[in-house]
Structures are given as structure tokens and as C-alpha cells.
């Protein structure tokens, strides 16, 4: 299994505060993903990594940002947290570079409430 | 439209059965094709990729037909253990940059 740790794999905070949720990688890919999954959606996109410091918008990132100052690391953080933002949070890495074919590996998954 | 769809299922299949789900895509642009298998309140985990020529593996085969933008997995022989959503997935180059898109995912319910 590729080396992608998220931390806390479970979390319950209160509408209003910042949370940070964070992905570690071991194995030097360049991509690293975030994406929230929830029921009748799937997994949807939410920001997106291509370097150190080099970081674009997915399809749902309102109310999210991140930030990459090292390779192995993806900071996804949520600035006030919402309701509508109780979802599982997935990272994924990938190496294009090497290969166009080059799937996603997934994380374990961070579970978050926001009561 | 969404980018990519699937048939939400469920696919409820006795035992030893073949199914088949479909997933298409709209953005012809489209590289890479990959199927991933997800178990309840799991991450999703790679089944296989998918190659314009077709590939198998053991009682998995998946299909990529580009004119009519979609990909197929075949499941031969279906064991209880199949039992688990599928997703499709479309990965593109797009502004110099890759990202990858997911279907919502085909639910199978394999049945004793």
C-alpha cells in the first residue's frame, strides 16, 4: 500500500472554528488531492497540489484552502467550519509525471462532524 | 451534465453471475481510465486501469471505447466478496495540470 498517512482520522468540532486536517506521504509524488466524499455525490474535488507551493481550486473548495511547503505534506484547512462541511475527507497522491496512466492511491480518511 | 456518470445501482446479482456496469465521460480530452473499488466507510482502493486495447485481470475486464466516450468493467463469476460500490474514474490534462474525476459510484450486492 502507498505511504499516505491523514491525521486525525476522526474529528467532531463546533460550527465556527478552524480545523486543519493533514495528509503525509512517503512516496515523492508530486500530486497530492483532497477530496470530500458524501452521500449521493461521490467524491468531489476540493483543491489540488502539482508541486511545493503549488496548489489550484477543485470543484468545491468555497470555505476551504490549502497549502504544500513540503512535498510529503497537504494541509487542507477549513477557516470556519460548517455544517455543510460534516463529510469524509480523503488525500490521494499521484506521479503523472512518470506515467500519464498513473492512478490515485488513497488515504485512510478523515471523518469530520461539525455540530 | 456531470462529467462523469454511472448507474447508482444497486446491482443485487446471485452468486457465480456476470455483471457488467458502464460509466461515460464528456470531456474527449480525456487520458487515463481507472476503476476503483470501494468497501463501506473505506478508502477507495484501485481494481484496474483501463487500456484502450482492453484489459483483463482474473475474472475483471475492463473496456474503453473512445469514440462513444465510455468505459466498461465486466465482473465473470461473481463471489460474495464482490460485494462493494465501483467507481469510474477519468483522469485529464488540463492547463498543464492533471486532475482526476470521479463517477458517484455503481453499488453491486453479490447474494447467496
Known amino acids: 500500500d502507498a505511504g499516505i498517512t491523514q491525521s486525525p482520522r476522526h474529528k467532531v468540532t463546533e460550527t465556527g472554528t478552524p480545523v486543519t486536517l493533514r495528509c503525509h506521504q512517503t512516496e515523492n509524488h508530486r500530486y497530492m488531492y483532497w477530496y470530500r466524499q458524501d452521500p449521493g455525490h461521490g467524491l468531489r474535488l476540493i483543491h489540488y497540489?502539482?508541486?511545493?507551493?503549488?496548489?489550484d481550486k477543485g470543484e468545491v473548495s468555497d470555505g476551504y484552502s490549502v497549502s504544500r511547503s513540503k512535498t510529503e505534506d497537504f494541509l487542507l484547512t477549513l477557516e470556519s467550519a460548517t455544517s455543510s462541511q460534516t463529510s469524509v475527507y480523503f488525500c490521494?497522491?499521484?506521479?503523472?509525471?512518470?506515467?500519464?496512466?498513473?492512478?490515485?492511491?488513497f488515504g485512510n480518511g478523515t471523518r469530520l462532524t461539525v455540530t | 451534465r456531470k462529467e462523469v456518470e454511472q448507474d447508482p445501482g444497486p446491482f443485487n446479482v446471485p452468486e457465480g453471475a456476470t455483471v457488467a456496469f458502464n460509466c461515460t465521460y464528456s470531456n474527449s480530452a480525456s487520458q487515463s481510465f481507472f476503476w476503483y473499488r470501494q468497501d463501506c466507510r473505506k478508502e477507495p482502493k484501485l481494481l484496474m486501469s483501463v487500456y484502450s486495447s482492453g484489459n483483463e485481470d482474473g475474472r475483471f475486464t475492463a473496456q474503453l471505447n473512445r469514440a462513444s466516450q465510455y468505459i466498461s468493467l465486466l465482473i465473470r463469476d461473481s463471489k460474495l466478496s464482490d460485494s462493494a460500490t465501483y467507481l469510474c474514474?477519468?483522469?485529464?490534462?488540463?492547463?498543464?495540470?492533471?486532475?482526476?474525476?470521479f463517477g458517484t459510484g455503481t453499488r453491486l450486492k453479490v447474494l447467496a
Open positions: 490521494a497522491i499521484s506521479d503523472p509525471g512518470i506515467s500519464y496512466n498513473s492512478p490515485l492511491h
Open positions: 497540489s502539482y508541486g511545493v507551493k503549488d496548489t
Open positions: 474514474v477519468v483522469s485529464s490534462l488540463t492547463s498543464g495540470t492533471y486532475k482526476y474525476i
